[in-house]
């Protein structure tokens, strides 16, 4: 079958890589051509903050989803040998105000309960994990071990490039413009330099571009849209520059999300700073965010000597109900979009892998992208 993924992120990359493995049972191989607008993981999974985690246990259904994501992810990094792009360093979180107290204490409760690693620590553990971190006395704190992070980057140009040495066409440089189609079937896409690429499947993993190409072909996505005023898709991340006496692992505390940088400094995120970050968020905003964001991060970690090297301007592409949208839309169509690609994205090209094979996966069945959903709060 010729395969056309449109789209080389975290999600793109990894199923690449999925459909360049041998195929079992003796089918054919797959001919697989990957279509990158810039580089593998130069976009939204290059720039996230790229915490993966299942730390959420509103819905048991979707929390499964995610802990089976996390079990893959460690299959695939072994593979790899141990990288230096995938990082199971833990998280620790805490609480300080009665009300955000009771809510983790819950969080943690219902979380172990459903057989995820969580558990409240004291200080001299989160001094232990964290020894260059400060928490307020009496905070309540609690630790996830089986969580960490991903330089999203270097982790699709690995999946990718693995996926190339395996017989994968890799076409960067060049956006796909438009869906062809013949009739209700998509035949491939026409590259913005004029070309055509045929394929019997074609796989739209463009994150926040799907709902643009998509379109083209009369086929819509529920995403939310960034250019909204308002919209809660733009973020800023900002990260330092390298600096003794860091993180070791994520810590999410009050008014900051921190964890390692590839380059030895912090990457930095907090979510009451994004507002206003939209397409028209000036120079001065985002220069004043960083250096906030830094005075964060000094008092979260006192000893803390680094400065703001770059601030980011990351767009997620965040489906109208916060669940992944995974599935065929149209006859040769497949879209697979999420939120959650960090986490996700190896248990999902395992799950794609297979239905576009022909064995649908129950898993999927509630993240169909044509399914009804309103707007859903989480982590």
């Given at each position: 079958?010729?395969?056309?993924?449109?789209?080389?992120?975290?999600?793109?990359?990894?199923?690449?890589?999925?459909?360049?493995?041998?195929?079992?049972?003796?089918?054919?191989?797959?001919?697989?051509?990957?279509?990158?607008?810039?580089?593998?993981?130069?976009?939204?999974?290059?720039?996230?903050?790229?915490?993966?985690?299942?730390?959420?246990?509103?819905?048991?259904?979707?929390h499964?989803?995610?802990?089976?994501?996390?079990?893959?992810?460690?299959?695939?990094?072994?593979?790899?040998?141990?990288?230096?792009?995938?990082?199971?360093?833990?998280?620790?979180?805490?609480?300080?105000?009665?009300?955000?107290?009771?809510?983790?204490?819950?969080?943690?409760s219902?979380?172990?309960?459903?057989?995820?690693?969580?558990?409240?620590?004291?200080?001299?553990?989160?001094?232990?994990?964290?020894?260059?971190?400060r928490?307020?006395?009496?905070?309540?704190?609690a630790?996830?071990?089986?969580?960490?992070?991903?330089?999203?980057?270097?982790?699709?140009?690995?999946?990718?490039?693995?996926?190339?040495?395996?017989?994968?066409?890799?076409?960067?440089?060049?956006?796909?413009?438009?869906?062809?189609?013949?009739?209700?079937?998509?035949?491939?896409?026409?590259?913005?330099?004029?070309?055509?690429?045929?394929?019997?499947?074609?796989?739209?993993?463009?994150?926040?571009?799907?709902?643009?190409?998509?379109?083209?072909?009369?086929?819509?996505?529920?995403?939310?849209?960034?250019?909204?005023?308002?919209s809660?898709?733009?973020?800023?991340?900002?990260?330092?520059?390298?600096?003794?006496?860091?993180?070791?692992?994520?810590?999410?505390?009050?008014?900051?999300?921190?964890?390692?940088?590839?380059?030895?400094?912090?990457?930095?995120?907090?979510?009451?700073?994004?507002?206003?970050?939209?397409?028209?968020?000036?120079?001065?905003?985002?220069?004043?965010?960083?250096?906030?964001?830094?005075?964060?991060?000094?008092?979260?970690?006192?000893?803390?000597?680094?400065?703001?090297?770059?601030?980011?301007?990351?767009?997620?592409?965040?489906?109208?109900?916060?669940?992944?949208?995974?599935?065929?839309q149209?006859?040769?169509?497949?879209?697979?979009?999420?939120?959650?690609?960090?986490?996700?994205?190896?248990?999902?090209?395992?799950?794609?892998?297979?239905?576009?094979?022909?064995?649908?996966?129950?898993?999927?069945?509630?993240?169909?992208?044509d399914?009804?959903?309103?707007?859903?709060?989480?982590?």
């Amino acid at each position: 079958m010729r395969i056309v993924v449109v789209g080389a992120g975290i999600i793109g990359a990894a199923l690449a890589d999925r459909l360049t493995r041998p195929a079992p049972g003796g089918r054919a191989q797959d001919e697989v051509t990957v279509v990158e607008e810039r580089e593998p993981g130069a976009g939204t999974s290059g720039t996230s903050y790229a915490w993966f985690n299942a730390n959420d246990p509103e819905d048991p259904a979707y929390h499964r989803l995610r802990t089976a994501a996390l079990s893959a992810w460690r299959d695939l990094a072994a593979e790899f040998g141990d990288p230096g792009w995938y990082r199971p360093a833990g998280n620790t979180t805490w609480a300080v105000t009665g009300e955000e107290r009771d809510l983790l204490a819950e969080r943690v409760s219902l979380l172990a309960g459903l057989g995820y690693p969580a558990g409240l620590i004291g200080p001299d553990r989160l001094g232990e994990l964290e020894p260059n971190v400060r928490a307020p006395q009496g905070a309540l704190i609690a630790h996830y071990p089986g969580e960490g992070y991903v330089h999203g980057a270097p982790a699709a140009r690995a999946l990718a490039g693995r996926a190339r040495e395996s017989g994968a066409a890799l076409v960067t440089g060049r956006r796909a413009v438009r869906l062809n189609t013949e009739g209700d079937r998509v035949t491939g896409v026409r590259l913005d330099d004029g070309r055509d690429l045929d394929a019997d499947l074609t796989v739209c993993a463009a994150g926040r571009h799907s709902p643009a190409l998509l379109a083209t072909a009369g086929v819509a996505l529920p995403l939310v849209d960034p250019s909204e005023p308002g919209s809660a898709a733009p973020c800023l991340v900002a990260a330092t520059t390298a600096a003794h006496g860091g993180l070791n692992g994520v810590v999410h505390a009050p008014g900051l999300s921190a964890r390692p940088a590839e380059g030895g400094g912090l990457v930095l995120e907090a979510v009451d700073l994004d507002a206003g970050v939209d397409e028209s968020a000036s120079p001065a905003l985002v220069q004043a965010v960083g250096a906030e964001l830094l005075a964060r991060a000094r008092a979260l970690v006192p000893g803390l000597t680094a400065d703001i090297a770059d601030v980011r301007r990351c767009v997620r592409p965040l489906p109208a109900d916060g669940y992944p949208l995974v599935g065929f839309q149209r006859p040769g169509l497949y879209t697979a979009v999420t939120h959650s690609g960090i986490t996700l994205a190896p248990h999902l090209a395992v799950l794609v892998d297979q239905e576009v094979h022909g064995h649908m996966s129950p898993a999927l069945d509630a993240h169909r992208p044509d399914r009804a959903g309103g707007p859903r709060a989480g982590w």
